[in-house]
């Protein structure tokens, strides 16, 4: 959750996360390289959503680099390979497509970002 430090109270946005899998077929043949033939293990971004007054600030990106983020830390402990995001319309899509996020072949509205230690 992010708040305003000065008003503890005000939410500006909040990102939900759960532990997921996606199917190895399912990413595309570069992402599958080096990875045993079975489901890969992910976590998924079920919500991220920031407050009409907070909008246009850059707390989306914010919060999605903050997701980012622990996807890599949780990599070394528990094997997370990718990031999902479901994305409720073509703006959403958009907005994860620039930060990098690719379309699961079977469906349109479905992204993923590979997760890499570097």
Do not use: W
Not at 19 to 45: C, I, N
Not at 59 to 74: P, S
């Amino acid at each position: 959750m992010l708040v305003d430090d000065a008003r503890p109270v005000q939410i500006l946005g909040y990102c939900a996360l759960s532990a997921a899998q996606l199917g190895l077929h399912e990413l595309s043949g570069q992402d599958r390289k080096r990875l045993p033939a079975y489901s890969v293990p992910a976590m998924r971004l079920g919500r991220l959503a920031v407050s009409a007054q907070a909008k246009g600030k850059g707390y989306g990106q914010l919060l999605l680099g903050h997701a980012a983020n622990l996807a890599v830390a949780l990599r070394q402990t528990l094997g997370i390979r990718v990031l999902i995001v479901d994305v409720k319309d073509a703006r959403a899509a958009a907005f994860y497509a620039a930060h990098r996020f690719r379309h699961i072949d079977s469906d349109a509205l479905t992204l993923y970002l590979p997760v890499s230690v570097r």
